[in-house]
């Protein structure tokens, strides 16, 4: 009967376990967004959001054990997501790869139009160490996000050129925008147009993969480490 049930618990149809501290750290995101404009991503914007959210401090904690850099990084994720919702409920199959990516970037920065200055200040802040290695992170999970996202299946190198590609274009293009001050925004739709034109050199990449396959950039070699450690 054991047997019979741990079978069970094996088979397709198992629900996903449910992260208990899911909803406590949205809670806390959502009272700490109007202060990070001004305060930053620090422990004690954390601190009060966990006060208003009625959050105990020792679960906020256990919700955020880096605390504010946690925080920081939470929001980044909870970017990706609401630009992974947004993309599903558009007309990609009917773009062409190139308008693809150029949506799903612009999407990207949509989602957070409201939180600019936020996303500007958690960015910014995951660069200083000894955060930095989660500015790598954020940065290789909104790029896989996105190829993901609009179809990408590579299993080969091409999974590695393609987001160490896009890594670039979407930092240049984040950059911009964050000190863009056009009328919507239309000196960095243009800038993200003439970036794109750098992924769609990942063909020629391709081209001449089997000549580099041996050895990997340092680049690409920490992407390949971040893909397994990405969660």
């Given at each position: 009967?054991?047997?019979?049930?741990?079978?069970?618990?094996?088979?397709?149809?198992?629900?996903?376990?449910?992260?208990?501290?899911?909803?406590?750290?949205?809670?806390?995101?959502l009272h700490a967004l109007p202060d990070v404009p001004f305060d930053g991503w620090t422990g004690a914007v954390m601190l009060r959001a966990?006060?208003?959210?009625?959050?105990?401090?020792?679960?906020?904690?256990?919700?955020?054990?880096?605390?504010?850099?946690?925080?920081?990084?939470?929001?980044?994720?909870?970017?990706?997501?609401?630009?992974?919702?947004?993309?599903?409920?558009?007309?990609?199959?009917?773009?062409?790869?190139?308008?693809?990516?150029?949506?799903?970037?612009?999407?990207?920065?949509?989602?957070?139009?409201?939180?600019?200055?936020?996303?500007?200040r958690a960015t910014f802040a995951l660069l200083v160490p000894p955060a930095s290695g989660s500015a790598a992170k954020c940065l290789y999970?909104?790029?896989?996000?996105?190829?993901?996202?609009?179809?990408?299946?590579?299993?080969?190198?091409?999974?590695?050129?393609?987001?160490?590609?896009?890594?670039?274009?979407?930092?240049?293009?984040?950059?911009?925008?964050?000190?863009?001050?056009?009328?919507?925004?239309?000196?960095?739709?243009?800038?993200?147009?003439?970036?794109?034109?750098?992924?769609?050199?990942?063909?020629?990449?391709?081209?001449?993969?089997?000549?580099?396959?041996?050895?990997?950039?340092?680049?690409?070699?920490?992407?390949?480490?971040?893909?397994?450690?990405?969660?």
């Amino acid at each position: 009967m054991a047997d019979k049930q741990s079978q069970a618990d094996k088979g397709p149809h198992k629900a996903k376990a449910v992260d208990p501290l899911e909803e406590v750290r949205a809670k806390i995101l959502l009272h700490a967004l109007p202060d990070v404009p001004f305060d930053g991503w620090t422990g004690a914007v954390m601190l009060r959001a966990a006060r208003a959210a009625d959050v105990d401090h020792g679960v906020a904690r256990l919700a955020f054990p880096n605390g504010a850099r946690d925080l920081a990084e939470y929001f980044l994720h909870d970017g990706d997501q609401r630009m992974i919702a947004a993309l599903a409920a558009s007309e990609l199959q009917s773009m062409k790869i190139r308008e693809k990516i150029t949506f799903a970037v612009r999407t990207r920065l949509e989602v957070d139009m409201e939180n600019r200055e936020a996303l500007r200040r958690a960015t910014f802040a995951l660069l200083v160490p000894p955060a930095s290695g989660s500015a790598a992170k954020c940065l290789y999970n909104t790029v896989d996000a996105i190829w993901v996202a609009i179809g990408d299946t590579s299993t080969d190198y091409n999974f590695y050129t393609k987001r160490a590609t896009l890594a670039g274009v979407f930092g240049a293009v984040l950059t911009f925008w964050f000190s863009d001050e056009s009328e919507g925004f239309a000196e960095t739709w243009s800038f993200l147009d003439r970036r794109i034109a750098d992924v769609m050199q990942i063909e020629k990449i391709k081209a001449s993969a089997n000549k580099v396959r041996a050895r990997l950039p340092d680049p690409l070699r920490l992407l390949a480490k971040l893909r397994y450690r990405a969660g």
